[in-house]
């Protein structure tokens, strides 16, 4: 294998469509890679004890787009040995136990590629600009995003 043909690479995603643990599964496994570490969060059926039927995502995409991209970049700083990212978000309607969001790194251990992980989805979903809508049976509600610092201090 060449060296061009394994350099680290980011592959960001927001999707309409269903995502596939799968194809992001692909985008990250490498040879040189011991670990490939994955967070998948899915839309479940209750929030504050109400029952949620589906959830609603919107993006500010041009500026989502640009976050992510910040954000591989600062894992790329904080974690040198990582190899490849992955972040794919999904927009639109997600029903009931359907991925929302995967995210996926790899590099050669597994120690760099967890703290990279947790750091990556507790960034995103501090700083990128994506809103979820729960939908119930009779209405719906945008939810706030509590650890979105634009949010810090307003109510």
């Not at 927001?14 to 040189?32: G, M, R, T």
């Not at 059926?45 to 989502?64: D, F, H, P």
Request: proline share 4%; aromatic share 8%; with cysteine.
């Amino acid at each position: 294998m060449s060296e061009n043909e394994d350099k680290p690479k980011d592959a960001i995603g927001l999707k309409y469509e269903k995502l596939s643990l799968e194809e992001v599964a692909a985008l990250v496994i490498s040879p040189c890679c011991g670990a490939a570490s994955f967070f998948v969060g899915t839309t479940r059926n209750n929030s504050e004890g109400r029952k949620v039927i589906q959830l609603e995502y919107e993006a500010y995409t041009a500026m989502a787009e640009a976050e992510m991209k910040k954000i591989c970049t600062d894992i790329r700083l904080k974690w040198p040995s990582v190899k490849h990212i992955a972040i794919h978000h999904r927009l639109g309607l997600v029903p009931i136990s359907e991925a929302s969001v995967i995210v996926a790194i790899s590099s050669p251990h597994r120690a760099d590629s967890l703290k990279a992980l947790q750091y990556c989805i507790n960034t995103l979903k501090a700083t990128v600009p994506i809103w979820k809508k729960e939908i119930y049976e009779e209405e719906s509600s945008w939810k706030e995003n509590k650890e979105c610092f634009w949010f810090k201090g307003e109510k």
